[in-house]
């Protein structure tokens, strides 16, 4: 949260990103009937036969794998990306479809030398297999081209499995094109809240993705052996089925299976209202109205108490009220606005970070010291849980140890919030996204800050910049598909253009894109594949710069958000 100016991509990369748009493209057309795969070991069942990677960069892994048994591992290093070749055979004047399963860092898939244009395609870091697609025609003297994988330099290692290369025969011979897979096996209901259902089955030889129908409906595609429903209604009874897909085509559906949701919803959230609106509330003043606890506008249900102070012990905070830059604010009168607050159905929580904050939980000794501190604080404040704001990093595993030790002490009324930045959560294996997931079954909300940000990818794979509703939705877009129950998805927007760097949007764009998440309308160009009735609502930063705009943004989005049923 703004103690302005923010963090930035950094230059190489973010120049990587800009160069690299025009060549991302959808997947290719299907390859013709008289098509063959040009490519050897596509697979990396044979090892590394075939394949010549940089600088001993490369081998072959048994997990994880898109298809068979083997998958390629590229790790970046120093200078080296981690580049892996093959000299494919192919005719002239004739044009071909490059294809690859990716995932993990940063990865990038393209060919060389084709007597034309050269063209290549990209992913940012994913914590599932992803493919990516692409289309290159030969020269009139091309016989072969070197097709690679890489990664980038510092990032993460890359997984690559299940390479092809279809278009006329080459010559060279080839990795034999795939048959249409079985129809899965095993399927069951793994378990089920309120509002999904989760679903698992057995493994398809050859299948490289799978396809889930409710009712006979498409509502799902993923690549592993799971899958969970959501959006659904309580107490419900569901009928569930999958098929198994690769290049050949699309298996039978799988034998059904029922699912009913529960009575009652899961994660945390105490009394909270289906749709709620949380605000930060300034415990400084920086020009914006200095507002008492008690003057917080009513249209707020979660009020995020900004910000807990490190201490010298390694994990723990602790809180100072402001009480001279707020005009004389006592700690009992703090105290009691909050217990008013709360007697109106309002939750206050204390919100762990900012730009500025330094609080790290780097190991299982922080996670206990965060964990007894916060607790601390919520008996001697009466704070009803903790929003966690570190915009400069965190870990997600002792994070993670941090705020299930807190649910243990707090009980199942505990508040927990988040704010990351929109880099955070650009994909599942990103630290902060990855500690929204493995705390699902407490987490209240993440409200992602859509602001300071600078242009993003969406859900969809193109690139979309700040201050648009296409921004909004196809960003919240990677949250639902991601694993995030829509309950716990929120749009954090500044209240005036004061509150942040850049990023602001008027109320109507932000309740625009609200409506389109929750009701399929008043959507921009880009429009979700479902609609998420159950979406939380909405953020600000702060009451107090809504306040100094004549409370412009929670009369209108506070009212929206109340009004979305």
Known sequence: ?????????????????????????????????????????????????????????????????????????????GQDNAQCTQAVAVKPNATYTLSAWLQGGYAYLGVTGTGTTDVSTWTPDSASWKQLSTTFTTGASTTSVTVYTHGWYGQAPYYADDLSVFGPDGGGGGDPAPTIPAAPTGLTVSSTTSSSVSLSWNTVSGATGYNVYQAGTKVQSTTGTSATVSSLAASTSYSFQVTATNAAGESAKSTAVTGTTTASSGGGGGSLPKHAVTGYWQNFNNGATVQKISAVQSQYDIIAVAFADATTTPGAVTFNLDSAGLGGYTVDQFKADIKAKQAAGKKVVISIGGQNGTVSISDSTSATNFANSVYSLM???????????????????????????????????????????????????????????????????????????????????????????????????????????????????????????????????????????????????????????????????????????????????????????
């Open 379 to 565: 008996q001697t404040y009466g704070f009803d849980g903790v929003d966690i704001d570190l915009e400069n990093g965190l870990d997600a595993t002792y994070m993670t140890q941090a705020l299930r030790s807190l649910s243990a002490k707090a009980g199942s009324s505990l508040i927990i919030t988040m704010a990351p930045q929109t880099i955070d959560m650009q994909s599942t294996s990103n630290a902060y996204f990855q500690t929204a997931l493995n705390i699902k079954d407490i987490l209240t909300v993440v409200n992602m800050q859509y602001y300071n940000s600078g242009s993003m990818l969406g859900c969809d794979g193109k690139v979309y910049s700040q201050g648009s509703v296409d921004f909004l939705t196809a960003l919240a877009c990677i949250q639902l598909q991601g694993g995030l129950a829509p309950s716990q998805v929120g749009l954090g927007l500044p209240a005036s253009t004061s509150g942040a760097g850049s990023g602001y949007v008027s109320p109507t764009v932000v309740n625009n894109a609200l409506d389109c998440l929750a009701n399929g309308t008043n959507c921009g160009s880009f429009k979700p594949s479902r609609t998420y009735p159950d979406l939380r609502g909405a953020m600000t930063w702060s009451t107090n710069w809504d306040a100094s705009a004549g409370n412009a943004w929670s009369n209108s989005v506070g009212a929206h958000v109340h009004a979305l049923g």
């Open 1 to 77: 949260m703004p103690r302005p100016p923010r963090r930035r991509w950094a230059g190489a990369l973010a120049a990587v990103v800009t160069a690299s748009v025009l060549s991302l493209t959808g997947l290719a057309g299907q390859a013709q009937a008289a098509d063959v795969n040009n490519a050897k070991n596509g697979g990396y069942e044979s090892g590394l036969s075939n394949w010549t990677c940089t600088a001993g960069s490369g081998t072959t892994v048994s997990s994880p794998v898109h298809g068979g048994s083997a998958a390629l591992k590229g790790t970046p290093a």
